[in-house]
């Protein structure tokens, strides 16, 4: 863990709710090194609980490194989440970082596929935003899975992100069956499978070894996409991963 010689005391500008269990807090008053952060990197974060700093808790940073405020973008998963919609602007925060080496020199990379679940888009959610703002021409794949739509907080911005860049949108939808309803023809770029993601989608989407691939989620939905990568013939170390441990 990090020393407390790091952190930074910030404060909280606004908190907007993405769906029922998930928040943004964008956040101003951190130090340079927050200026020098790279797309897909994570802070640690304190909140003032019963009159005292909670323990830190990682957190990809899900904004731009172009934006002026800070963002992270949470989920309610236990007690210190569970607070974090209840932040009221002007509230102080302790974050540290930047921290991770996820996704860097991604801008390099010609052909990208992402692989998110759930609230893993985060880091994607970040590249994407930057690649936006210096209207990067990498062509890019994203798969992201959820159990249903309104879990895909981000699918309005995704969908236009289509418009700006190489980009194409497949949302998996674990616990919905009748998908067709989603589609518009307007956005060619997304599209929405039922269902898991598994090796007969990476297939007719044309994922192979000759791509860069990134994969954030939950453990075991990494294990399960490794071992369907390595179904393409994919080194699973050649997936770049992002774990935290905190």
């Given at each position: 863990m990090e020393?407390?010689?790091?952190?930074?005391?910030?404060?909280?500008?606004?908190?907007?709710?993405?769906?029922?269990?998930?928040?943004?807090?964008?956040?101003?008053?951190?130090?340079?090194?927050?200026?020098q952060r790279r797309a897909g990197q994570y802070?640690?974060?304190?909140?003032?609980?019963?009159?005292?700093?909670?323990?830190?808790?990682?957190?990809?940073?899900?904004?731009?490194p172009d934006d002026e405020l800070l963002r992270v973008t949470i989920k309610r998963a236990g007690a210190?989440?569970?607070?974090?919609?209840?932040?009221?602007?002007?509230?102080?925060?302790?974050?540290?970082g930047p921290y991770g080496l996820f996704c860097k020199n991604i801008e390099t990379r010609k052909d990208i596929v992402m692989i998110a679940g759930g609230v893993g888009i985060t880091p994607f959610l970040s590249v994407l935003r930057h690649f936006r703002v210096v209207k990067a021409r990498n062509n890019i794949l994203l798969f992201w899975s959820n159990k249903v739509l309104d879990d895909a907080f981000a699918r309005e911005e995704l969908k236009e992100m289509t418009r700006e860049l190489d980009l194409r949108v497949v949302?998996?939808?674990?616990?919905?069956?009748?998908?067709?309803?989603?589609?518009?023809?307007?956005?060619?770029?997304?599209?929405?499978?039922?269902?898991?993601?598994?090796?007969?989608?990476?297939?007719?989407?044309?994922?192979?070894?000759?791509?860069?691939?990134?994969?954030?989620?939950?453990?075991?939905?990494?294990?399960?996409?490794?071992?369907?990568?390595?179904?393409?013939y994919i080194d699973p170390h050649s997936v770049e991963k992002e774990n935290?441990?905190?």
């Open positions: 020393s407390n010689e790091q952190d930074n005391t910030c404060r909280v500008v606004r908190v907007e709710p993405e769906n029922a269990d998930i928040t943004s807090v964008y956040i101003t008053g951190y130090d340079d090194r927050f200026r802070l640690t974060l304190k909140i003032m609980r019963d009159g005292a700093w909670s323990e830190a808790h990682p957190f990809t940073i899900s904004c731009a210190f989440t569970q607070a974090v919609p209840n932040l009221k602007p002007g509230d102080p925060l302790r974050c540290a949302h998996n939808l674990s616990r919905e069956t009748a998908v067709e309803p989603y589609e518009d023809r307007a956005y060619p770029g997304v599209s929405f499978m039922p269902g898991r993601l598994s090796l007969d989608l990476l297939k007719e989407h044309g994922v192979s070894a000759a791509s860069s691939l990134y994969l954030c989620g939950p453990p075991p939905m990494q294990e399960f996409m490794l071992g369907e990568l390595g179904r393409l935290f441990s905190w």
